[in-house]
């Protein structure tokens, strides 16, 4: 296993290896492996999480400890995955990035810490910043700062004067972006998307849904939409598309869809259920 003194002195000295080949990154998923891309074109970046997979519940197969192990840096948001919290745990070189983001802790419910970080244009801009501290000389976190803080004015811009300010959501990922915007947030689920609401609890988010005067009940591309469907149904609202970014499908990637082309169409989904001008 490397050690990051051992790594120090191999850079140092400038032997064997080679200085063009990128630093061997693993990143838990896809917001982590995009920014770390984004800082640092040199760094030869893995993310564990297959292409159409939801992040959250994700297995780590034998070859995945090993990249976690023999890799530089790893890069990943505890309370994620936890098979990957595990995986980590004795490591040197994994970096846990909600250290220094001032995480939010759960609300309505829903317990723990806010992992979702990256769903504030502002804090994904730290996190890029903390990534390019992490890998030194080859990265630069300029250029990926100034795309969103472009994508937050649109935000801000695009938010502003709407008639509504409650989003319903499937699982609680947007608690940085409510946060950010003045929003506020109803999850169908917590944190992860796997645990399903009682009859009960389900009658109580239809009556809050209905007290809120919401028209639309967001789903997600990578989680069944039957539970966002029932709820829609029951209250009178329509249902759409506001993505979490935990990870994107082939197709998705295919037709170049990317973090900002992403985060624009949530903004127009969610300029469109909130009533905004
Ligand atoms: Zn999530």
Redesign the pocket.
């Known amino acids: 296993m490397f050690g990051a003194a051992a790594l120090a002195l191999a850079s140092g000295c400038g032997g064997g290896e080679d200085p063009a080949a990128g630093r061997a990154v693993v990143a838990a998923f896809y917001p982590l492996a995009f920014a770390a891309e984004h800082v640092d074109a040199t760094a030869d970046v893995t993310n564990l999480t297959p292409a159409g997979a939801e992040p959250?519940d994700l297995e780590l197969t034998a070859r995945d400890v090993e990249r976690v192990r023999d890799a530089e840096l790893v890069l990943y948001l505890r309370g994620f995955v936890p098979a990957l919290d595990d995986a980590v745990r004795d490591s040197a070189t994994a970096v846990d990035l909600l250290d220094g983001l001032e995480p939010l802790e759960g609300a309505d419910g829903k317990t723990g810490v806010d992992p979702?970080v990256w769903l504030d244009p502002m804090r994904y801009a730290a996190l890029g910043e903390r990534i390019t501290e992490e890998l030194g000389e080859t990265a630069d976190a300029a250029g990926f700062v100034e795309e969103l803080e472009e994508l937050d004015r649109d935000f801000r811009t695009g938010l502003s004067g709407c008639e509504r300010r409650t989003i319903v959501t499937s699982?609680a990922?947007f608690g940085y972006l409510a946060d950010a915007y003045g929003l506020e947030q109803i999850a169908l689920t917590g944190?992860?998307?796997g645990a399903e609401p009682s009859a009960r609890a389900l009658e109580e988010l239809v009556a809050e849904v209905e007290e809120e005067g919401a028209t639309t009940v967001f789903f997600e591309t990578l989680v069944s939409p039957e539970l966002a469907r029932t709820v829609a149904r029951e209250a009178g609202a329509r249902t759409a598309v506001l993505d979490?970014l935990?990870g994107l499908t082939d197709e998705a990637r295919a037709a170049g869809a990317d973090y900002f082309g992403v985060m624009r169409e949530n903004l127009a989904a969610l300029r469109s259920a909130l009533g905004c001008p």
Request: charged share 10%; glycine share 0%; net charge negative.
């Open positions: 959250h979702h699982h990922a944190f992860s998307p979490p935990e």
